[in-house]
């Protein structure tokens, strides 16, 4: 269900000024459009247009954004600087991140759904292959953004979104078991040989009952592999590389240290209660659970941590998967002149992007709010991690892909198939899926 919140101020702008202001911009689950459990509501501004001797007064349509609810304070609160400079009125509704991508593709062609969108940028190759955004002009500020973020958010050399956030995993540490983060995976491993046997060394998801493919990508990448074939233009999703020497080579690696025990069959819960616990050293996972971490009443062990990047490996990256999240304009936008104003004047500021930071720290799209945070070491590292990341691949073909990766995976962190098997099975299991087999 969504929550709304609305805004407007009693300054009004006539029509024919706002248009030259803004430039020429261009034209589920089971949800519904119900009544929002929150709303606040007021009149619309109206413009007053004369033609001749004849005087009509015509309500300027609102600006209606979606977002989750961490995004919507920060939102909101450039609502009444936006309607005293255009004379439209803001409206905010909380709809939850699970299911917006399907409200939106529910609702948005029959015109009831938001003009303005926050979502990830995974989305985008389904969103725009069938015609549900529009492409944004950026106004030559492409500098203002992390250059990996603007890419994602690319379909058909088309700039389809106005990125805010860049996440990606890497591994918390126990300082009170390890005393510095090891630089590679050699100095990882030999750090556990002094650990008590009673401490786990690495966990992360992805095996006992969980199946993970997003956790496990690092080792995919750790010698150069990736899922499809990448080229300045983007994904090739014809082009499947799971099967791959290098593929193999990164689960190899993780074969090995699942045999040598470094490396536990854990799910999610499992592998951070041992690391809250003060029962494993090291940790991979992402900035979310920065607050959990230091939320004494979620965590009660309240461990000493700390945080580093992913250990390299004979001199390679563990490259993880880098998730953006930004702003999509609706093809459906009642105006997208509007809209666009909205997104570079108001959104794409030092001040909204820092804001939005703030209310979900995981990571930022922005370049002068990611310089301001390097003096934060946790911000730092997740950032870091992110610039060494791929972005996840935004091809539609990618849906094929979750499940047999991680379900493959799974198989070989409980031991019941090797590395060759599983990324050869993942590799005919994905092509397959792909072709409608």
Same mark, same amino acid.
């Given at each position: *269900?969504?929550?709304?919140?609305?805004?407007?101020?009693?300054?009004?702008?006539?029509?024919?000024?706002?248009?030259?202001?803004?430039?020429? #911009?261009?034209?589920?689950?089971?949800?519904?459009?119900?009544?929002?459990?929150?709303?606040?509501?007021?009149?619309?501004?109206?413009?007053?247009?004369?033609? +001749?001797?004849?005087?009509?007064?015509?309500?300027?349509? =609102?600006?209606?954004?979606?977002?989750?609810?961490?995004?919507? $304070?920060?939102?909101?609160?450039?609502?009444?600087?936006?309607? $005293?400079?255009?004379?439209?009125?803001?409206?905010?509704?909380?709809?939850?991140?699970?299911?917006?991508?399907?409200?939106?593709?529910?609702?948005?062609?029959? #015109? $009831?759904?938001?003009?303005?969108?926050?979502? %990830?940028?995974?989305?985008?190759?389904?969103?725009?292959?069938?015609?549900?955004?529009?492409?944004?002009?950026?106004?030559?500020? /492409?500098?203002?953004?992390?250059?990996?973020? !603007?890419?994602? *958010?690319?379909?058909?050399?088309?700039?389809?979104?106005?990125?805010?956030?860049? /996440?990606?995993?890497?591994?918390?540490?126990? =300082?009170?078991?390890?005393?510095?983060?090891?630089?590679? *995976?050699?100095?990882?491993?030999?750090?556990? @040989?002094?650990?008590?046997?009673?401490?786990?060394?690495?966990?992360?998801?992805? &095996?006992?009952?969980?199946?993970?493919?997003?956790?496990?990508?690092?080792?995919?990448?750790?010698? &150069?592999?990736?899922?499809?074939?990448?080229?300045?233009? +983007?994904?090739?999703?014809?082009?499947?590389? !799971?099967?791959? @020497?290098?593929?193999?080579?990164?689960?190899?690696?993780?074969?090995?240290?699942?045999?040598? &025990?470094?490396?536990?069959?854990?799910?999610?819960? @499992?592998?951070?209660?041992?690391?809250?616990?003060? $029962?494993?050293?090291?940790?991979?996972?992402?900035?979310?659970?920065?607050?959990?971490?230091?939320? =004494?009443?979620?965590?009660?062990?309240?461990?000493?941590?700390?945080?580093?990047?992913?250990?390299?490996?004979?001199?390679?990256?563990?490259?993880?998967?880098?998730?953006?999240?930004?702003?999509?304009?609706?093809?459906?936008?009642?105006?997208?002149?509007?809209?666009?104003?909205?997104?570079?004047?108001?959104?794409?500021?030092?001040?909204?992007?820092?804001?939005?930071?703030?209310?979900?720290?995981?990571?930022?799209?922005?370049?002068?709010?990611?310089?301001?945070?390097?003096? @934060?070491?946790? %911000?730092?590292?997740?950032?870091?991690?992110?610039?060494?990341?791929?972005?996840?691949?935004?091809?539609?073909?990618?849906?094929?892909?979750?499940?047999?990766?991680?379900?493959?995976?799974?198989?070989?962190?409980?031991?019941?198939?090797?590395?060759? /098997?599983?990324?050869?099975?993942?590799?005919?299991?994905?092509?397959?899926?792909?072709?409608?087999?």
């Amino acid at each position: *269900m969504k929550r709304r919140y609305t805004i407007w101020a009693a300054v009004v702008i006539a029509f024919a000024l706002l248009a030259a202001a803004c430039g020429g #911009g261009d034209e589920a689950s089971d949800t519904t459009t119900s009544a929002p459990a929150e709303t606040t509501t007021t009149e619309a501004p109206a413009t007053t247009t004369t033609v +001749g001797e004849t005087t009509t007064t015509e309500a300027l349509p =609102p600006l209606v954004v979606w977002a989750d609810a961490n995004q919507s $304070e920060a939102i909101m609160a450039v609502g009444a600087a936006f309607t $005293e400079a255009t004379g439209v009125e803001l409206i905010v509704e909380i709809v939850d991140r699970g299911t917006l991508k399907d409200d939106v593709i529910l609702n948005a062609p029959a #015109g $009831e759904g938001p003009d303005i969108f926050a979502g %990830a940028h995974d989305w985008i190759g389904e969103l725009a292959s069938n015609g549900v955004i529009a492409p944004v002009d950026l106004g030559g500020r /492409e500098g203002e953004f992390l250059p990996t973020a !603007l890419t994602a *958010m690319k379909w058909d050399s088309e700039q389809f979104g106005v990125p805010f956030v860049t /996440e990606a995993i890497a591994m918390y540490y126990n =300082p009170d078991l390890v005393a510095e983060p090891p630089a590679t *995976m050699a100095e990882l491993t030999a750090a556990c @040989d002094e650990l008590d046997d009673a401490v786990s060394c690495l966990v992360l998801p992805g &095996g006992n009952d969980g199946g993970d493919a997003y956790h496990n990508q690092p080792f995919i990448t750790a010698f &150069g592999g990736h899922i499809f074939g990448l080229s300045d233009d +983007g994904f090739d999703g014809s082009e499947v590389l !799971l099967g791959s @020497d290098e593929t193999i080579l990164g689960a190899e690696l993780l074969e090995t240290l699942v045999t040598d &025990g470094y490396v536990p069959s854990t799910n999610y819960g @499992d592998a951070k209660n041992l690391f809250v616990n003060g $029962e494993a050293a090291f940790w991979i996972t992402g900035p979310w659970e920065i607050g959990s971490l230091n939320n =004494p009443e979620e965590n009660l062990a309240a461990p000493n941590w700390a945080v580093a990047k992913m250990p390299t490996v004979d001199g390679n990256k563990m490259r993880p998967h880098v998730g953006i999240q930004g702003f999509y304009l609706s093809a459906f936008a009642t105006n997208a002149a509007i809209a666009q104003e909205f997104l570079l004047n108001f959104i794409a500021t030092d001040e909204t992007m820092l804001a939005l930071f703030e209310a979900d720290p995981r990571g930022t799209a922005y370049v002068s709010v990611f310089d301001s945070i390097q003096a @934060d070491p946790v %911000a730092a590292v997740f950032a870091a991690s992110a610039a060494d990341g791929t972005y996840m691949p935004n091809i539609p073909e990618m849906g094929s892909v979750w499940g047999p990766v991680g379900d493959n995976f799974l198989l070989l962190r409980n031991g019941e198939i090797g590395a060759a /098997e599983a990324m050869t099975t993942a590799q005919e299991q994905v092509v397959s899926a792909i072709e409608g087999g």
